[in-house]
């Protein structure tokens, strides 16, 4: 245990608090039934519902049994430290010597349905799992890791690295409120490497335009992902999110001035900020060409790193 270690315990606890108060007066609507969810459609906005308004143990109960009706091998990685508890799962496709991570942790704050946040990521990740099912990637291993505690100041990656470590991988992004607006950005991305410099240039063989259709942008204060746990052991790693172009003013101002904005947007946060942490995170703010646009960043991304 370490100060640094405490002062994340800290901060989730804090977190976490703040939004049991936040979401108390609202009781969420039953999950739909995960049978049905099984057996049903493999769309991103339809495998949404296979976390949506359920606790955390039973979301990552959900992730586990959808791989495991899809005879998927899955690396289970259980971790217990006073911070917290939980199992990280784990799915590799695709052959080569480097390695890419693509990250969406399957938690959840108190009271909120944890649409956007984040089983809008699990559902894309898991999309593409289906996707790539009869041509994986070529030249590249894709890790697809699914966290648990993410919201504990990514406690269940922290555990990942210090005992997988983080040998041969090329890159990381991990994947957060990827279900409203048309417009990627990359954050966290303050130092050049090749594997951003190849990100850019997947985006832009989807016609994407830097600082129009998609943005770079520095470290964020206060918002962190499961990705600064790699970025921490010397991997590039970087956060990936879709916002709404229209509010990119509104949402560099809120996210680069936390304090300012907390007293400025007390009524009102720009999306996607707007339902984050809070009951109305529900699949029906999402948007299905949202979805969509991230999941074709990420099959470019990928097939970038393999050439």
């Given at each position: 245990?370490?100060?640094?270690?405490?002062?994340?315990?800290?901060?989730?606890?804090?977190?976490?608090?703040?939004?049991?108060?936040?979401?108390?007066?609202?009781?969420?609507?039953?999950?739909?039934?995960?049978?049905?969810?099984?057996?049903?459609?493999?769309?991103?906005?339809?495998?949404?519902?296979?976390?949506?308004?359920?606790?955390?143990?039973?979301?990552?109960?959900?992730?586990?049994?959808?791989?495991?009706?899809?005879?998927?091998?899955?690396?289970?990685?259980?971790?217990?430290?006073?911070?917290?508890?939980?199992?990280?799962?784990?799915?590799?496709?695709?052959?080569?010597?480097?390695?890419?991570?693509?990250?969406?942790?399957?938690?959840?704050?108190?009271?909120?349905p944890g649409a956007n946040d984040n089983a809008a990521a699990v559902a894309i990740l898991l999309h593409l799992l289906e996707r790539w099912g009869p041509r994986p990637p070529e030249g590249v291993r894709v890790r697809l890791l699914f966290p648990a505690c993410e919201e504990l100041g990514y406690l269940g990656t922290r555990a990942w690295v210090r005992e997988r470590g983080v040998r041969g991988i090329a890159g990381v992004l991990s994947l957060e409120l990827c279900g409203v607006g048309d417009s990627l950005a990359l954050w966290d991305a303050s130092t050049p490497s090749p594997f951003l410099a190849g990100v850019r240039t997947a985006l832009e063989g989807l016609g994407l335009v830097a600082d129009v259709s998609y943005h770079v942008v520095g470290r964020i204060p206060v918002f962190g992902s499961d990705h600064r746990a790699f970025a921490a052991a010397g991997v590039p790693a970087y956060g990936l999110t879709v916002v709404p172009a229209a509010e990119a003013t509104a949402l560099r101002s809120f996210v680069f001035s936390p304090v300012r904005s907390a007293l400025r947007h007390a009524v009102r946060r720009p999306p996607p900020f707007d339902t984050y942490h809070t009951a109305r995170d529900a699949s029906a703010t999402l948007d299905p060409a949202a979805l969509e646009h991230v999941a074709v960043a990420l099959q470019a991304i990928v097939a970038a790193a393999g050439r």
């Open positions: 245990m370490s100060w640094r270690d405490v002062g994340f315990w800290a901060r989730g606890r804090l977190s976490l608090a703040a939004s049991r108060v936040a979401n108390r007066r609202v009781a969420l609507p039953a999950p739909a039934p995960l049978d049905g969810v099984l057996r049903g459609p493999t769309t991103p906005l339809a495998l949404v519902r296979l976390l949506e308004n359920r606790s955390n143990a039973e979301r990552e109960a959900a992730v586990g049994r959808w791989l495991a009706s899809r005879g998927v091998e899955v690396d289970r990685h259980r971790f217990a430290t006073f911070e917290g508890r939980g199992e990280n799962l784990a799915v590799e496709v695709g052959r080569g010597d480097r390695t890419v991570v693509l990250i969406a942790h399957h938690d959840a704050v108190p009271g909120s």
